[in-house]
């Protein structure tokens, strides 16, 4: 009894000990997207999208605005049926821009699908390389170390970003992984 006890506790102790002896690694997303050409390119493209569809709705509320202080000097002088016909034009115009700037900038919005036609594929891309390095060398877990996952210490022999750029045929900027560390 005691021999089979002991053999247990044995037994129960390996597994822990390897449970325990996982690999993990992390790496920094914002640092990869940094180091890849078609990252910047997509975000300067959505940067000049996003520019000018906000001048867009800008112009919109400039109109709205002349529009407002025309009648506002002209009160005055209108008949209430002028001045119910003039508010509800400035109110439709309102609604207008606030319809455009929703289509545009909105949650399902013009600049959320542009993103996502843009950005994703080199995300998918870096997901993939992670995840094949992590089969590749045995890695039970890979953290983000810029996402909101807050990592207090990061061992820097443990950061597989250059690992997985150089797979996706990147060189990295030392520059850039210097300021990082």
Do not use: C
């Not at 975000?43 to 919109?60: F, H, M, N, R």
């Not at 909105?106 to 036609?117: A, P």
């Amino acid at each position: 009894m005691n021999k089979k006890l002991i053999i247990s506790m044995t037994l129960a102790a390996l597994a822990v000990t390897g449970a325990f002896a996982q690999k993990f690694a992390y790496v920094d997303t914002e640092y990869m997207l940094a180091n890849i050409p078609e990252y910047k390119q997509a975000q300067g493209e959505l940067d000049k999208t996003s520019v000018g569809w906000q001048k867009e709705i800008e112009a919109k509320y400039a109109e709205i605005d002349k529009l407002y202080k025309a009648y506002q000097a002209e009160q005055i002088l209108l008949t209430e049926d002028m001045k119910k016909k003039r508010e509800s034009e400035i109110v439709g115009k309102e609604k207008e821009a606030k319809d455009i700037q929703k289509q545009h900038f909105g949650v399902d919005g013009d600049l959320f699908k542009k993103r996502q036609e843009l950005v994703k594929p080199i995300q998918d891309k870096i997901y993939k390389a992670v995840k094949e390095l992590a089969e590749k060398q045995t890695y039970a877990i890979i953290f983000d170390k810029s996402s909101e996952l807050t990592m207090l210490f990061t061992n820097p022999k443990y950061d597989k970003s250059d690992e997985i750029l150089e797979a996706l045929g990147y060189k990295a900027e030392k520059s850039d992984k210097d300021k990082k560390k």
